[in-house]
């Protein structure tokens, strides 16, 4: 168990520029989560898939965000044109079905 | 709809002392409920989980929590707090379909 690993920690981008981050799961988990979580905020439920399905999609989830899990591993959130209210971590989880997530360390991310 | 208010955003006990961190859930169907803790800058790391067995559930690090369903309250003690418990603790609810709902934090502060 290597942990839930998420790439890169930290991204400083240009208002209106696209983004891309990188989950890697724990490799015998079926589930994979993204959440947002800004300062002084808990965490928020942005989507979900089950192996390479998704599953659920937050209304939190504007079309500028995209997120994928090609072959049911590996999971990608993509920004397109982003703004200023973009700035915040993004934590990736998973699970194996219904048991307790595990969390990576997030990316932070930061537009100027 | 699901939702958890945690009532107090910053508490500050001194070493030794006891922590009571509370939290307080809404939810239509019999819930899973959970602590977690994070430290800055990295992910959240799950404490305990309650999943409807015993009301009494003990967790890492000496914590533990009383699932009330009168009072619908999940609060989260500790009899002695350490420097090192000083972090943010995150209650959350799950509807068994796997995402989780977040309250906003409760950072613990520990006095030496």
């Known amino acids: 168990d290597t942990g839930v690993s998420q790439d890169p920690r930290h991204k400083i981008t240009k208002r209106g520029q696209n983004v891309t981050f990188r989950c890697d799961p724990i490799s015998e988990h079926n589930r994979l989560y993204w959440y947002r979580q800004t300062l002084g905020q808990g965490p928020e439920f942005l989507t979900y898939f089950q192996n390479e399905a998704q599953l659920e999609k937050s209304r939190l989830l504007s079309d500028r965000f995209s997120a994928e899990r090609p072959k049911g591993s590996f999971s990608t959130l993509e920004i397109q044109r982003t703004e200023q209210g973009d700035s915040a971590m993004y934590l990736c989880?998973?699970?194996?079905?219904?048991?307790?997530?595990?969390f990576g360390d997030g990316t932070r991310l930061s537009i100027l | 709809a699901q939702s958890v208010t945690q009532l107090g955003s910053h508490v500050s006990v001194s070493e030794g002392a006891l922590v009571l961190l509370r939290c307080n859930y809404s939810?239509?169907?019999?819930?899973?409920l959970f602590w977690y803790v994070q430290y800055p800058n990295q992910g959240l790391q799950l404490l305990l989980k309650?999943?409807?067995?015993?009301?009494l559930v003990k967790g890492i690090n000496g914590f533990e929590a009383e699932f009330k369903k009168s009072e619908t309250s999940f609060h989260l003690t500790k009899p002695s707090a350490h420097m090192s418990d000083a972090a943010e603790y995150f209650c959350a609810v799950s509807d068994r379909g796997g995402k989780l709902i977040f309250g906003q934090g409760t950072e613990l502060s520990v006095k030496p």
């Open positions: 309650y999943t409807s067995a015993a009301t």
């Open positions: 989880a998973s699970s194996f079905d219904q048991q307790p997530q595990h």
């Open positions: 939810s239509s169907v019999p819930p899973y």
